[in-house]
């Protein structure tokens, strides 16, 4: 980081996966919260053809557009002119700059009230999404920033020294995103990430965990083959379940189907199985709003699912992504405009770190990302259809009401959990 950012704002979130279709009509959104999913759709897809092509070639990979733009959404409110109008681009943030915080706010506590019930082993459903920031003491932020953060992102504050205690304040950060993740994500800043010039760290954090609604049964899971890009073949455990009347669509290119978690709540994972040979055109198809389309295709059929067990862990920096998607001027303290922050020249997004892990069973789904940014100065049929998801496959887990993506990714070769 040059000498001449002083400052940093960081970020913290969890993740699952998502999906797509062909289609550029959508109905208008009839709220505020259904604007902003719907936004938070299209910069995912957005997002995972930017990851696909670059940080993820031949591999398996997780994201969680909710969280990151749920983040980033921090650092917008102190956006302003120019820096504003790129982020809001590609974001996909179609609201006014101060409905925003309010948006994510109603939906965000719509989404945990819906989703987060007393457990058992064989009924769960816990979603946790919160926000803090982190504040270096005696630095000059604006109160109406603080106010946005406080009120408008329910971001709980605390005050530490990054200038003095660099590392005893990014283990405070890394605790709290650890307990806020169950310890799925131990650490969330790495070393020499933040340093004496940060000011603030603004953090999301989102924790899932569900059973299906419909479990798979463990004596079904058996080792069978999984057919990979490259034609060769390797040998996973699938897991079976009896058939059921799900939300199904089948396309000559690709079959899709959706697997809710426990009917109480309004998550479900979406699956997209390319046919034999299509994984690349279909891959090509998804677009922004590719969720909702496949998605308000589906009709209910009769369905017997096999789906390999896997398990995805991964971790990046995406400042070079978001440059590559347009979002520029917001790194370069000559061109960032973060006045909305503090009246504190040169300030500038000096980092965007993200990790994520999903792991998938026959019970259910577990879930947790983190993502930290610094700011720095300077009809269905008779006969049960089959859906094997025997080669690779997209997935998503979002919301059936806003079809809000919280988690969205890709299996290329299923892994386990070591």
């Keep these: 980081m040059k000498k001449k950012i002083a400052a940093v704002v960081s970020i913290i979130f969890l993740l699952v996966g998502c999906v797509t279709y062909l289609d550029d009509s959508f109905p208008a959104p009839q709220s505020d919260t259904e604007e902003l999913g719907f936004g938070i759709d299209m910069f995912g897809f957005n997002l ?3 990851l696909k092509d670059a940080d993820f070639k031949g591999g398996n990979f997780v994201v969680s557009p909710y969280s990151i733009s749920n983040c980033l959404g921090m650092v917008y409110a102190g956006a302003r002119n120019a820096t504003a109008q790129q982020m809001a681009t590609v974001l996909h943030y179609t609201l006014a700059q101060d409905e925003l915080p309010s948006a994510f706010g109603d939906l965000t506590s719509g989404l945990v009230a819906k989703n987060n019930i007393v457990s058992t082993p064989d009924d769960m459903l816990t979603l946790k999404i919160a926000n803090s920031g982190w504040l270096q003491k005696d630095f000059s932020f604006l109160p109406a920033y603080l106010d946005t953060l ?3 992102y329910a971001a709980e504050t605390s005050t530490v020294d990054f200038k003095n205690q660099t590392e005893e304040s990014r283990a405070l950060i890394n605790q709290w995103a650890d307990n806020a993740t169950e310890g799925k994500i131990p650490e969330l800043i790495p070393d020499n990430v933040i340093d ?7 953090v999301n954090t989102m924790y899932f965990k569900a059973t299906w609604q419909y479990p798979f049964i ?6 069978r083959p999984f057919y990979l890009l490259d034609g060769s073949t390797t040998s996973v455990p699938i897991m079976g379940g009896a058939e059921r009347r799900l939300q199904y669509l089948e396309e000559k290119d690709y079959q ?8 109480t709540g309004t998550l479900a994972m979406a699956i997209i199985l390319p046919r034999k040979g299509l994984y690349e055109k279909v891959e090509q198809k998804i677009t922004g709003g590719g969720l909702y389309s496949v998605v308000h295709h589906m009709s209910p059929s ?13 971790s990046l920096n995406l400042v070079d992504t978001f440059k590559a998607m347009g979002m520029t001027d917001v790194f370069l303290a000559d061109t960032a405009d973060l006045s909305g922050i503090s009246d504190q020249p040169l300030l500038s997004l000096g980092f965007i770190i993200h990790e994520v892990v999903i792991d998938v069973d026959e019970k259910g789904t577990e879930a ?12 269905g049929p008779t006969e049960p259809v089959e859906f094997i998801a025997n080669r690779p496959f997209f997935y998503a887990i979002f919301d059936t009401e ?3 993506v919280l988690f969205l990714g890709r299996v290329l070769k299923p892994e386990l959990k070591q």
């Design 150 to 152: 406080t009120t408008g």
């Design 218 to 223: 463990q004596e079904l899971t058996q080792d």
């Design 256 to 263: 899709a189907v959706v697997l809710p978690f426990t009917d």
């Design 302 to 314: 009769l369905v017997r699912v096999r789906l390999p067990k896997f398990y995805t862990r991964n």
């Design 48 to 50: 995972y053809r930017q």
């Design 402 to 404: 806003t079809d809000a």
């Design 196 to 202: 004496p010039t940060t000011r603030l760290v603004v």
């Design 368 to 379: 947790a990302a983190v993502t930290a940014a610094g700011v720095g100065q300077t009809a």
